[in-house]
């Protein structure tokens, strides 16, 4: 079991930045997959970033690519989002995600590449 609580959501205006944390209990956080999605109000949740369980190796959604670093801590169970030059259509809630590692990007980039959510934490980006 991996629970998983995300913090560091808020206001911001457009061009700034956050950083989202995730932390993760449980004693297998280092075997698993980490990623980031996000809903806006009325869409679909989509994928942001995910990150290896080692960390070597990361991969995002086109459409931040170049603003957000996803990166991980697996001593303190911890995986974070750099979100840098935000824009308004950045606002949704973020959720943190664990998933097992089979291999490719492809379910990562998936909700159903996922077995563990947190709760979510809300990034509003105001124009």
């Known amino acids: 079991q991996v629970q998983l609580v995300e913090s560091g959501g808020g206001l911001v205006q457009a061009g700034g930045s956050l950083r989202l944390s995730c932390a993760a209990s449980?004693?297998?956080?280092?075997?698993?997959?980490m990623g980031w999605f996000r809903q806006a109000p009325g869409k679909e949740r989509e994928f942001v970033a995910a990150?290896?369980?080692?960390?070597?190796?990361?991969y995002y959604a086109d459409s931040v690519k170049g603003r957000f670093t996803i990166s991980r801590d697996n001593a303190k169970n911890t995986v974070l989002l750099q979100m840098n030059s935000l824009k308004p259509e950045d606002t949704a809630v973020y959720y943190c995600?664990?998933?097992?590692?089979?291999?490719?990007?492809?379910?990562?980039?998936?909700?159903?590449?996922?077995?563990?959510w947190g709760q979510g934490t809300q990034v509003t980006v105001s124009s």
């Open positions: 449980g004693r297998t956080f280092s075997s698993y997959a």
């Open positions: 990150i290896m369980w080692s960390g070597s190796s990361q």
């Open positions: 995600a664990a998933g097992r590692w089979t291999g490719s990007w492809a379910p990562m980039t998936r909700k159903y590449g996922y077995d563990y």
